[in-house]
C-alpha cells in the first residue's frame, strides 16, 4: 500500500479533517480560535482543479484534497462583506518538493479563478480565505521555502510558520501553507482522542505505542458510517508494522471486531508487541552467545557489536548505525551490550538512542 493514496483517502473522510484542525490547526498559535470559527457541521468536499492544460504529457497540478468550511453565523451588526467561508487545501508529500510554495500558489489562484468564472466580481466582493496545510511523511527534513518570494529571493531564510491570529496574514492568501511532518511528532505527548495524532502517531511507531494507538483508533472510528475509513488506516497501521518485522493482528476484521466488542483488543495488540520484543532480544542474546562460542571471547564480543549495529540500522538508519559503532567500542562486556540492545528497542528514534548512550558512557 503507498503511502500518499492511503493519506488521500483517509482525508477525503470530513471527520478526519476535523480531527486534523482540531488537533494540529488549533495547536498553533492563533489556531485554535480559527478553528472555534468554523461550523464543521456543514463541512463539504470541493471537486479539485487541475491546472496541467490539456495536453496529457503536462505535470498534473490537481491539488490532493480541497475541502469547504464555512464560517460560524456573524454575530449582529458585522459587515456582511465578512467571510463567508475557508478553503482547506491538504497536500500529502513523501519526498520534499522545492517548489511547494509555488504549486500551493497555484492550487489557490486557480481555485478562485474557477469560483469565479462567468461570474461578475464586484467592489464588495471578497475571495475566501485558504489554508493549505503539506502532511510530509518523508524521512528526511522538510527544506523547502514556504513563501513564493523565498524561492525569488537569493539567499532567503526559510520563513517560519505563518501566523494564524492575523487574516491578513501571507497563508491564507494562498503566499504560505503549514507543515505537519509526520516522522517529527513527538509520539509519547500526542493526544489519545484525536484520530489524525494517532495516525501521525503510527506513521512514526514504536512497538509500545504502535498497537495502544491502533486499539485507541477502533474505539474512535467505531461509528458504522465510518466503517471503510477504519478499514483503510487499520490496514496502514498493519502495513507499518510489517516494515519492522512485526505482526500487529489488525489486517483481519473480523477478529478486531470481536476483540474490540469483548473489550480485549487493548491487551491482545499489546500483547503481541511484548512477544515480539522478547523475540527481538532472545535472538539477539542467542546469536551472541554463538559466535561467542565459536569465536572466543572477543570475537563474541565483536559479533554482538556487529549484531547492535545491523539491528540499529534496521530500526533506525544507517547514519544511526555508524554513530553507534563508536560508541559500542567502549563497551567491553556482554551485559553492557545487552543493555544497549535493550535501548534499540526501547528508543523510538535513533538521536534518542545516541543521546541516552552518551549520557550513560563515563566519557560523556
Known sequence: MRQDPTFKDIFAYGFMVEELLRWFVAGLPGGRELVEALDFSKLLRVQEQSTSGPSARKRSYANDIVWRVPFRDRPAGESESGWLHLILMIEVQGTVDHLMALRVRNYVDNH????????????????????????????TRWTAARRVIDLVTPSAPLQAEPDLTSRTSELITGDGYLTLNTLRVAVNDLPRDNAAALLAGICNPTIESLPVDAAKLRKLLGDPDLRPLLEIVLLWAQRTAQLMNFNLGADDMAVVDRLHESGELEDYLAARGRAYQQKYRAEGIEQGIERGI???IEQGLAAERDLLRRQAARKFDPRTAERLADLLADIADSEGLAAVGDLIIDCAAGEELIARLRDSSPHG
Open 112 to 139: 478562485h479563478m474557477e469560483l469565479w468564472r462567468g461570474t461578475r466580481f464586484g467592489t464588495r466582493d471578497r475571495l475566501a480565505p485558504v489554508l493549505p496545510i503539506v502532511i510530509y511523511t518523508g524521512k
Open 294 to 296: 565459536e569465536q572466543g
